[in-house]
């Protein structure tokens, strides 16, 4: 059974605003050089009229990963993320999808920047699944716990960057 991934963080932007600072080519370098952990880079920023998309690889260090979890990597767990976002002036529509390099991990779901009675939010609503016979379920709640701490931490990162 899937293990949910989502959260939500407002900013106290304009929805127009929030969109165009949050869909910036350069607040993606800065927050992978500050929170990507080890090897992060950002692979491809490809904007095409309304339509943006978006590869990021990101690691998570194996010492901080549970044993069971380990010996099913050859080192960090690299993780793989894709955005592709349909950006309008006031709100921004997405999916991701999110890999574990070598372990039969993935996660996927939708991306919205909206307006907020706070001014704009970032939502992150998907889902991790592994597939793994007998200990999928174990590695599966490791993989979501370490997605949703790199997912905060990056929200953490822009809304101190943002001000918000």
């Known amino acids: 059974m899937p293990t949910p991934l989502r959260l939500d963080r407002t900013f106290a932007l304009a929805p127009g605003e929030a ?21 992060a880079e950002l692979r491809a920023f490809e904007r095409e009229g309304d339509r943006l998309r978006i590869l990021l690889r990101q690691g998570v260090p194996a010492g901080s990963l549970p044993a069971s979890v380990r010996r099913f990597l050859a080192g960090a ?15 921004a529509d997405g999916r991701f999808t999110l890999t574990a390099a070598g ?19 970032l939502r992150i609503d998907g889902e991790v699944e592994v597939h793994v016979p007998l200990l999928g379920a174990a590695i599966e709640v490791v993989v979501a716990d370490r997605a949703l701490a790199l997912m905060g931490e990056e929200m953490r990162w822009t809304a101190e960057r943002l001000g918000g």
Do not use: I, K, T
């Open 19 to 39: 969109v165009a600072r949050l869909l910036d080519r350069d607040l993606y370098a800065d927050r992978l050089a500050a929170v990507g952990g080890p090897g």
């Open 77 to 91: 767990l690299v993780l793989e993320r894709e955005e592709r976002w349909q950006v309008a002036p006031e709100r």
């Open 103 to 121: 372990a039969p991990a993935r996660a996927e779901g939708d991306l919205r920047v909206e307006a907020d009675p706070a001014g704009s939010v």
